[in-house]
């Protein structure tokens, strides 16, 4: 099929495996390719495929292909073309971009077709050529060579013939740190400040293009043209307890963020910085702890736990950026597919209540930072090299973390050894002089947060553009700037952004990748996963789909079951352009097969639910069904958002109302489900009576749909263990802004005083359609050093009749510690598949982080833990010992002398 190509053609396909995959990616995966009709036309003819050019394209009337093929050829400027049979019509077209499957369209090349720019390069609209800043110099499908700005070379494969290169921060045989002097050297001050912002411009003098570094892609690729994966929200990640599908969850955002990244430079220019989420700079993780479940932003993050969080975050970074752990650099040695942000660094989990983030100040002691706030940002920085972080809006002790010299430098460069860069969150950096008034000038605000460690401002530029003042004033220095300037762009060389484009191996993507089979699989799996059972009396779930044959048999109630953009969670914008996946009503009445059988009413008149006006209705198709199921809980985007914090953990409104409605109205013995969607946890109250069964799904993702009908229909056994502590009421919390978690009657299931009586459904609780037993747990050593990591072995029997995963988790207690410690830690955990009848055998580690002590120490951005001599208390099993009777209990003795933690890493 490829014999109509030009010889050059060919040529350039022989080069490499790349250039062959993204020409095929770029036809779509078309269902026909044959030549045209030489002696009517001379062009290379793809049926069924419409390019999709608005921009500078022309029409004319056509009652054929080879019509419209010979007006192109006559047409100045006309390259490509595409001939509508629907409406007898030729569109014409300076280039063949953007090719979509199209039953009634035939589009052509007139000679060599254009293949996609590759790497950082962006196809010229007009002329052709790829470049990474000027056009007009170059013939059509050449590369402008970034060196000289002057020289066309023929193909990417011809980059390396490209003069004046070697020696300098484009020559990739040089080390990244010579690269990085050269770029220094040979730039001035103003090119330097003015790169350290989101919206990076171009330095064409030295061949490197404009760059908006601002990617909002926290659990998918959002706010582009583009229809991305979007994977379950933070809170739905979290709660499946599984690394390996987190992992695999980054490698879905980090595949389909190189590869639209690089769609979109050959597609359109994007260089403007007008496209968050065109970029291979994610910010992402949110690695706070939720520590108060009114938090708007509880829905964004995997749990509540330190070591939880930790274990996550690693799997998800290096998933996204595809690097070992410990490594900078992916699978080649030399480069990352994106790169993967920390944030919000730190002591950060309020909104607004009791005041607003921006000028809120976290009182902060050094058990505060080391037991809770910095174990996961350490992993994700030390373990997972994340290429940046974020500081966050709050202050800590009175200094703005953006210009908190303790936390960007004296931890972040000199105690964790990290190279990458810190960007302040939007405006946070202005917001050292605008909110926080911390210093009287904006001026000093540049100059304190240059000074601190920070190297880029998010949002504006209020703040760098003080900074060629505060130099002049002696405020700062040169040498600063130079610093940041050599940290943002070693991420950029890590990237592979000054590279040859042939050399990357991730510029061979591009946007087939995004919701391919693999990735929505992924994301169906991650939703699956994160189903977390939470009651079942009377085996109310699963359901059986054949028994609900007649009309109205199954009554669905709540406006949550219809509303698929619900699904999707906050940070997925892609929703809002009709990637919404599917309701839980339509894939309920999917999985059933048959519409009659579903009967639904709203019940509320919106999730707010303020009174029970639609009761009514909701009670008449429950009279009629043989189960209900009712969706409750909240929304992403009013009732708990970035901004806004939760006044109370109640249901919201009358939906509690509703449950205890069709329950009185159905009697005692129809099966009532309630199917929750929410970020932050909920008290239930009488929810948990009326309701046979709870089932959490979180924010599922565009998967989340058919996710929730299969766990309710029993295709699969939920296995979601909870990663949030669920309490009774709002008033057993704390004050909002209270960072000491062991303060007043506690929070999080670490330090809350009186558990039993204070929490409904604990961290690491969730249910399953099996059972499980534990049995034979050994140590691989009772007695140890201070510094030794313990082995603990485990069979687990599911003793049902459902094959299932099930979560293992070990804790650890101290009671004899020399200083205050948590009650109670998770030290590790594993999630595996256990056949009915059959026994796995689970060995975990006991490593020193897990059981460490912090000495209380004036200077908290000095790490003080250490690990000491004496009794670890050690349960394995299904849950925190508190709440587990089958859990096995053992007791490990470390021996010798107190070491510092980091001597035992």
Known sequence: PFLSFTSHHLQFILIGKMVSTALLALSGLLAHLTSGDAATCSAHIEEKTDFLNEDGQTSAPADSVDECCSLCQNQAGCMAFTWRSDQKTCWMKS??????????????????????????????PASGECSMGLCGSCSRGQYLCPSDQTTCVDSAADYVKCPKIKGTHLDWTLSEEVRLDYLIKHTNISDQIAQLTNKAPAIPSMGIPSYNWLNDDQHGVGRTSAKATVLPNGCGMGATWDK?????????????????HDFFLHSEDNRGGSCNGCGI?????????????????AQEVFGEDPYHMSQLVIKYVTGAQDNAPRSTVGPDGKHLQIGMCCKHYAAYDLESNPTSRVDFNANVSSRDMWYTYMPAFQACIQVAQATHVMCSYNSVNGVPTCGNKGLLTEILRDQWNWDGFVVSDYDAWANIYGTHKYVPTMEDAAAEGLNAGLDQEGGGTKAISELADAIKDAKTTTAAVNEAFRRLFRIRIRLGMLDPPMLNPYNKLNQSVAQSPENLAAAYNAAVKGMTLLQNNRNALPLSAETFTSAGALAVVGPQATMAGLLMGNYAESASRGNWGTSILDAITARIGSNASVAYASGCKDIPCADNSEFADAIRVAKNADAVIVTLGLDFNTLEREGHDRSDIELPGQQA??????????GPHTPVIA??????TLALHSVATDADAI???????????????????????????TAVTWYTNTSVLPPPGVMDESAQQGVTYRYIKDYMNNVVYPFGFGLSYTTFAYSKATLSATTAGVCDTVNVSVDVTNTGKVDSDEVVQVYVQQPHASVPVPRVRLAAFERVHVRAGETVTVVLAITPDTHTIVTQNADVYKDTRSVEAGQVLVSVGGGQPDYDSNAQRLSLTFTGAASPLARCQ
Not at 695 to 721: E, I, N
């Open 95 to 124: 280039d063949a971009s953007n090719p979509q499957p199209n039953e009634n369209a035939t589009s052509g090349y007139l000679g060599k077709p254009l293949l996609p720019c590759l790497g950082e390069f962006t196809m010229c």
């Open 244 to 260: 390996e599908a987190i992992r695999d969850a980054g490698r879905v955002v980090g595949v389909e963020a190189r590869g639209l």
């Open 695 to 721: 089932l959490s799904a979180w924010y599922p993702g565009l998967m989340g749909g058919k996710a929730v009908a299969a766990t309710l229909f029993g295709d699969t056994s939920p296995a979601g263990r």
């Open 657 to 666: 109302a509703l449950v205890a409605a069709i329950r009185s109205a159905v």
């Open 281 to 297: 700079t994610a910010y992402a993780p949110n690695l706070n702890l939720v520590k108060d479940p009114r938090w708007g932003r």
């Open 675 to 680: 199917l929750l969607v929410h970020g932050g």
